[in-house]
């Protein structure tokens, strides 16, 4: 009986099998929308915090980071000033890799950033969306996100070979799961 009620007691456990974030309090899904947790890499640097990777057949990846960049108040939402200036900062550093020869040809898909208007529970974010080649053979579309939340960024790159079919709605489905689970939602993504 009482294997019995410890199994019970596991199964909704099972349903968020990813990691537990101390610095954000949230306990990360081992599925959002239709990724999968693949794992967690703790930088060592502390301020760069921790990276969590999901990912499904495509291939699609979507990689979460959680960090504070060494900041002691970062307040919550897309509005504050520090909050956009890292932003604008993030998307700099795309632009570099093309600079320093790691990635060719970055084009953005708008003139500049943009911000979710989600309807719900749960942050919003400033995006912006880019393509690029890593080689001759190799075009991506790729996203990035970010937020602040509980005295950190949130920091969301997704990306997929460029002409995917329904690349962007698999996007927009895991931004939409990511942020039920951060809000603490009933996830319905």
Request: charged letters at 20%; aromatic letters at 12%.
């Amino acid at each position: 009986m009482r294997r019995l009620l410890a199994l019970i007691a596991l199964v909704p456990m099972l349903a968020w099998a990813g990691p537990y974030e101390n610095a954000i309090e949230v306990q990360f899904p081992d599925k959002i929308a239709d990724f999968t947790y693949g794992e967690r890499h703790e930088f060592p640097q502390r301020g760069l915090g921790v990276n969590l990777r999901y990912s499904m057949d495509g291939p699609v990846v979507g990689s979460i980071y959680i960090y504070n960049g060494g900041l002691g108040n970062i307040p919550s939402g897309v509005d504050a000033a520090v909050v956009r200036r890292h932003f604008a900062q993030v998307i700099s550093e795309v632009k570099q890799m093309e600079a320093l020869g790691k990635v060719r040809a970055v084009k953005f898909n708008r003139g500049s950033e943009a911000v979710t208007a989600y309807a719900g529970c749960g942050p919003q974010f400033i995006w912006q969306g880019y393509e690029m080649e890593l080689d001759e053979a190799n075009a991506m579309s790729s996203f990035t996100y970010l937020t602040a939340y509980r005295n950190n960024f949130i920091k969301l790159r997704i990306s997929y070979p460029r002409g995917l079919d329904k690349g962007d709605q698999q996007v927009e489905r895991f931004v939409r799961g990511l942020r039920q689970v951060l809000g603490g939602c009933e996830r319905t993504v």
